[in-house]
């Protein structure tokens, strides 16, 4: 009998919450069969059999929450056998295959896959088969307009109105749906009169609670908030999407800049793009690559996806990056290289409309930058009092590695940076 356990998928996973069977108990399983869909605490992944052999138990449902290496399922190594005649099946070159209670090997692949007809897989993000799964709408029949014929949820929009071939057989949700009745609170025999209703948490959420707690709790904040004037790169960026447009190139945003704004202050501060491990901890490490990691609300909740060597990169580089990540967040997509690696984060709630706020750090990062909105303001030039544009930055910082002091001189270099937007497109 061979243990499939559950595999460890991102470097910060502790856990992972089955999200989907893709089989079920009696069901033959063949080497590269999709078997699990396990969500993390980044993202929502799916695993392939490495061994082959018939799925005899199937230890935790949908939903449940498992810990890395607690075994999921059970595998009989023995093969189903198949009416006719048959070519003997090679010996399996894994030992986990012949061993009492070994664990089963797992691979993990990146976008949801189902068979066509012909052989041929389908490719669809995770999203894409949820929402396939709940309107009835066959995978087989879609064309994909993503990269390599991937469908994605624009692909289904139509579809969505008018309905699709169904599949044979029933589907199953990929998560249980909560009663949209209101239940009772636990405790007394009365009525919570409050009329609360109970929303499960997602395997994300629950991680975002726990690290985010973990964070506020264990590493000594400070903030340092500073006020930039940026009348010149909002006048720069205008310009600069005005002559982007005429070129049919796409145009970049104000977080655009203050990415490579802040990507070029951390090389000249590099102190402050540094990690440190805990307490017990004899060293920090100050990277000497620049991965800023941009906090992004999409609606499976906040993710962090990480661009690599920002102060390397162009504006419209980063801007592109950015786009196709934020792309990639909204179909649960990301991969969990696309989410490790970094070495600060910032975080915009500008486009909100929010002016000042404070962010908590994402360990074992050292720093993280707060960015409000562009806002015209009364602001003294010379002698004159004159409407300028100006945003707020506040810097969160782990006071066990950064100073006040050095925090002053980042934000004071980065204000600088944005005054003079001319240094940041050079």
Do not use: C
């Amino acid at each position: 009998m061979i243990q499939i356990t559950m595999p460890r998928l991102s470097d910060t996973m502790s856990e992972g919450a089955i999200s989907t069977w893709f089989k079920k108990p009696g069901d033959q399983v063949d080497v590269g069969d999709l078997l699990v869909e396990i969500e993390t605490d980044k993202t929502t992944m799916e695993v392939e059999a490495y061994d082959a052999g018939r799925l005899t138990a199937i230890l935790h449902p949908e939903g449940a929450v498992v810990p890395i290496g607690a075994p999921i399922a059970e595998l009989d190594g023995a093969e189903v056998p198949t009416p006719g005649p048959a070519e003997p099946a090679p010996v399996p070159t894994s030992t986990a295959s012949t061993t009492e209670d070994a664990p089963a090997k797992t691979r993990v692949v990146d976008h949801a896959v189902e068979p066509r007809p012909d052989g041929e897989r389908v490719l669809a993000t995770p999203l894409v088969r949820s929402i396939a799964r709940e309107h009835d709408i066959d995978l087989r029949t879609v064309t994909g307009s993503g990269p390599g014929g991937r469908i994605t949820k624009v692909d289904l929009t139509g579809l969505l109105d008018t309905g699709a071939p169904s599949r044979t057989g029933p589907t199953t949700p990929a998560v249980a749906v909560p009663d949209p009745a209101p239940r009772p609170a636990q405790g007394s025999g009365d009525t919570d009169r409050r009329d609360p209703q109970e929303v499960p948490l997602s395997q994300v959420r629950r991680v975002i609670a726990r690290r985010l707690a973990e964070s506020s709790r264990s590493i000594p904040h400070f903030t340092v908030t500073a006020v930039a004037d940026v009348e010149e790169l909002t006048s720069l960026r205008a310009q600069l999407n005005a002559r982007l447009a005429a070129s049919g190139r796409g145009k970049v945003s104000v977080n655009d800049l203050v990415v490579r704004a802040t990507g070029l202050a951390l090389r000249r501060h590099p102190d402050v793009n540094a990690s440190y491990r805990g307490d017990d901890a004899t060293t920090s490490y100050i990277h000497r690559r620049v991965n800023i990691g941009v906090a992004v609300a999409s609606p499976h909740g906040l993710v962090v996806p990480v661009i690599e060597d920002v102060d390397l990169k162009t504006v419209t580089q980063l801007g592109i990056e950015t786009k196709r990540l934020v792309t990639l967040a909204d179909d649960r997509a990301l991969t969990p290289a696309q989410m490790s690696g970094g070495t600060f984060t910032i975080s915009n709630l500008g486009m909100f409309g929010v002016e000042e706020f404070t962010a908590i750090i994402n360990p074992p990062e050292a720093a993280i930058l707060a960015v409000g909105a562009t806002r015209r303001e009364a602001a003294i030039v010379g002698d004159e009092v004159t409407a300028r544009h100006r945003m707020r930055l506040t810097l969160s910082a782990d006071h066990r590695i950064i100073d006040g002091a050095l925090a002053a001189q980042f934000l004071q270099t980065l204000t600088g940076l944005l005054k003079d937007p001319w240094t940041v497109l050079a």
